[in-house]
């Protein structure tokens, strides 16, 4: 693949930001059929740091205790179900809702992704082998206490993180926070304990906010969005915090034009030559459809991104189509000749 292609910023060919609209840039972690999560981008950090850093943020929000808050997207507060707390107009957390955004903020558990209850929490983090049984060893300890089917609530290196500790404790309206009170209920044997495991603590993570964003029936703009992608969203935001997508466009994007050489049957691929000579071959990724109408010899126009070598078709405009074959020529009709046979005149016989 040559990389000397005639490119021009797709920017250039962008639309004017729609007004009134607030934006946003980050990598795509959850895609959906209702919504679309990024992670904004942040500083490298230890995910002990990450973990400790998200709570403190997720405490200085001052969210209520709501039930089954945080449970339809990781990191996200939400409205909840019919419970305590529940009011149908405010957002908040519920226990493993709370432990979920801490989690998610360091890459332990996919941001945006649904939150069962907490016993389903160690049931997955177990599964994925991030957890063992039995508390942490300080000084780097982070240890998750479930009693299961009832609360969870966790410690960041000494510290206490939750709604709740059994102490009364935090947050005055219930909701989650630092736990500055002694943690009793650490000490109970009703409590099971979980710590993360060593070898994941001592990796490092990228510290930024998770967004997500309803797509309200604009889910024909997300179409070809894979995780992975680096996006920048346009959206809306009401008056309950919910946001909601209206225009996506790809970081790094590039345009480039030529004359479709090659098609490959499903349209998973397509290659173009472009006026200088250059081949460049793209995937359509999981949008095949992007291929569906091209021929070879259309001139088209794609805007692409490229990660780790590929070229991957955002969307593709055929210029000018390839040229019809001309009709055949129609074939003369042949003139009648006179009959040769007689010589004499009309009218008479030889």
């Known amino acids: 693949m040559l990389a000397c292609a005639l490119t021009i910023p797709a920017g250039a060919l962008a639309r004017a930001p729609a007004p009134g609209l607030r934006h ?8 959906g059929w209702s919504s679309l999560t990024i992670q904004t981008a942040g500083r490298r950090m230890g995910v002990i740091n990450a973990l400790t850093t998200a709570a403190t943020a997720v405490t200085h929000q001052d969210y209520p205790y709501v039930w089954a808050g945080g449970h339809a997207e990781a990191g996200v507060a939400s409205l909840g179900s019919r419970g305590p707390g529940y009011t149908g107009r405010r957002r908040g957390y519920d226990c493993s809702g709370a432990v979920a955004a801490v989690l998610s903020a360091a890459s ?47 410690n960041i290196d000494g510290r206490f993180f939750g709604t709740s500790d059994g102490g009364g404790g935090g947050n005055p309206k219930g909701g989650a926070g630092w736990l500055d009170d002694g943690a009793p209920d650490a000490l109970s044997r009703t409590y099971r304990r979980f710590h993360i495991l060593p070898s994941v603590l001592r990796d490092r993570t990228s510290y930024g906010h998770s967004l997500t964003f309803q797509l309200a029936g604009a889910a024909g703009l997300t179409a070809g969005t894979q995780v992975g992608d680096r996006v920048r969203i346009g959206y809306s935001e009401d008056r309950f915090g919910t946001m909601t997508l209206r225009t996506v466009s790809y970081l790094g994007a590039v345009t480039a034009a ?40 259309d001139q088209v126009a794609v805007t692409y991104t490229r990660r780790s ?11 000018a189509p390839v040229p019809a074959p001309a009709p055949p020529a129609p074939t003369p009709t042949p003139t009648p000749t006179p009959d040769a046979g007689g010589t004499g005149a009309p009218g008479t016989f030889g």
């Open 309 to 319: 070598g590929v070229a991957t078709a955002r969307a593709v405009t055929v210029t």
């Open 108 to 154: 332990i558990w996919a941001a945006g992704s649904p939150v069962p209850n907490d016993a389903g929490v160690i049931r997955q983090l177990l599964q994925e082998r991030l957890i063992a049984r039995g508390p942490g060893t300080p000084p780097d300890e982070v240890t998750l206490y479930d009693d299961p089917g009832v609360h969870i609530f966790m």
């Open 24 to 31: 946003a840039k980050g990598t795509v972690t959850l895609t």
């Open 258 to 297: 030529g004359t479709v050489t090659a098609i490959t049957p499903g349209g998973g691929s397509f290659a173009i030559q472009t006026a200088s000579g250059a081949t460049i071959a793209f995937s359509t990724g999981i949008l095949p459809s992007l291929a569906s109408d091209l021929e070879v010899g």
